[in-house]
């Protein structure tokens, strides 16, 4: 099964993406499933992660609403208050939802760099590793050190690196990144999401721009450990789906037909739907 890792759906009238605003413009407005299905029938993908976009419960239990009710989305990606008193109970409430398969406290929002290395936080993620739900790491390379750490302390608990940690491919200084990339991949609870990139690339990006990066991610967790994501709807302010899928089919061309596969669809399933999420044919 061809999966998509990594997408979002949101409703303006909702009020809590305080990222989204007007200037975004091929953004700002409503984008629900019956948009996104064209995309996945042309390129027959047959599954989704639908991740979050607001940092509310509420809107992840509009996110679960919408994947009861659609086969398509395998699983869902949520956001809880890491932050509060009753952090463990609000993660183990929210592991009654079968299709929720993670967590992703939006760390490049936080005003705090260290945010990741707060002891309060060890409990919350203890919580998640005994519910079976992933850590998705929405960071930037600035924070990748401190992810280490917490990858280290939290052996038992499967972390997600979205968008390859957000490299600066429009500046090109990604010296440092790529060190810290290579540290990450050594540790084997993180793998990392193949997603977000022509977005850090320059407005005119092409593929050959893309090549470097993602062949360095490759190299250092192998496809095994590699997930494809689209980042749709995001992924239109830099081309859209289907040149980002393009650019990938050419970037991954030198790959086995096997290796091709646990990318763009089996480590998501591997990661996100072996003990949650909604059964795949075959599976359980």
Known sequence: MRIDGHHHLWSLARGDYGWL?????????????????????????????????????AETLYLLEIANTAELVRGVVGWTDFDAANAVARINALCAQQLLVGLRPMVQDIADDDWLLRPALAPPLAAMARGGLVFDALVKPRHLQNLLQIVDRHSDLTFVLDHCGKPALASGETANWRGDIA??????NIVCKLSGLVTEAKPDWQVADLRRTVDHVLACFSPQRVLWGSDWPVVNLAGGYAPWLAATGTLLADLSRHEKAHILGGTAARIYLSSRGRTLPGAR
Request: charged fraction near 25%.
């Open 21 to 57: 605003t007007p200037e975004l413009a091929p953004l700002y407005r409503d984008f629900g499933l019956p948009d996104l299905v064209p995309h996945l029938a042309a390129e027959g993908i047959e599954g989704t992660i639908l991740v979050q976009a607001a940092p509310t419960e």
């Open 183 to 188: 540290r990450l991949a050594e540790r084997p």
